[in-house]
């Protein structure tokens, strides 16, 4: 839609796919933060991503009193996300009954010590950009993946982590891209408007009643 914006003011412009892909995704941030800075607002999912993270058993930081040493930590980093933004933190499969509970690093090593609290998994991001998660019950660690669903603040590096039904990564422009329809025609003029700013465009400033234009583009004759 905006290459076809683009090619209303110039027939003979060039805009590279990867360049309407870097600005859409900066102008989407933009809007998406102005928009929601009230955090008491429902967000539309529509302006969320839901990636796929592998898990892999570790050892546990120091400081954190968890079952047999160990937790589980993604083995890909997670993209940062728009903080106004709720995370949340599944299993692969959502109807095995896993409950994941997301929380701030600095509270991991307070949580699951009660009977009604001890069978919860506790995830949290941690100063390594990685996912984290431990829990007082050990059936856990024999999680492989999980699925984690954001507001990215980079739709085009959490589209690398992307996955179906199958967990299989998916191509970016195979992809919706993650905004609510209210905001897209204001996405739209925004990159349009800086992408026009580089579209040459003579102006008729002069008052002779005169097609100025073709004289611009005609050819001229040159004298023997």
């Known amino acids: 839609m905006i290459l076809d914006e683009l090619k209303l003011l110039s027939d003979d412009a060039v805009f590279t796919q990867e360049h309407v892909i870097w600005l859409t995704s900066k102008y989407r941030s933009m809007l998406l933060k102005q928009h929601y800075k009230d955090i008491k607002k429902d967000i539309p999912e529509s302006?969320?991503?839901?990636i796929c993270l592998?898990?892999?058993k570790v050892e546990a930081i120091d400081g954190f009193p968890c079952e047999e040493g160990y937790m589980l930590k993604?083995?890909?980093e997670i993209p940062a996300s728009i903080t106004t933004a709720s995370t949340k933190v599944y299993p692969l499969n959502f109807f095995k009954g896993e409950r994941i509970a997301y929380i701030t690093m600095d509270r991991m090593k307070f949580v699951g010590y009660n009977r009604w609290t001890k069978n919860i998994i506790y995830a949290a991001l941690g100063p390594d950009n990685h996912l984290w998660l431990t829990s007082q019950n050990p059936q856990y660690?024999?999680?492989k993946k999980a699925k984690v669903t954001a507001i990215f603040d980079d739709?085009?590096?959490?589209?690398d982590l992307l996955c179906d039904e199958n967990g299989k990564h998916c191509d970016i422009l195979d992809s919706p891209f993650p905004i609510e329809s209210a905001?897209?025609?204001t996405l739209i003029e925004l990159c349009v408007k800086e992408l026009s700013g580089s579209v040459y465009r003579p102006e008729d400033t002069a008052n002779n009643a005169n097609d100025?234009?073709?004289s611009m583009s005609a050819p001229?004759?040159?004298k023997q």
Do not use: R
């Not at 302006?47 to 839901?50: E, G």
């Open 54 to 56: 592998d898990l892999e």
């Open 155 to 159: 739709p085009e590096a959490a589209a």
């Open 74 to 76: 993604s083995v890909q």
């Open 212 to 214: 100025d234009f073709g």
């Open 141 to 143: 660690l024999y999680m």
């Open 47 to 50: 302006n969320y991503q839901t």
């Open 220 to 222: 001229q004759s040159t």
């Open 183 to 185: 905001l897209l025609p």
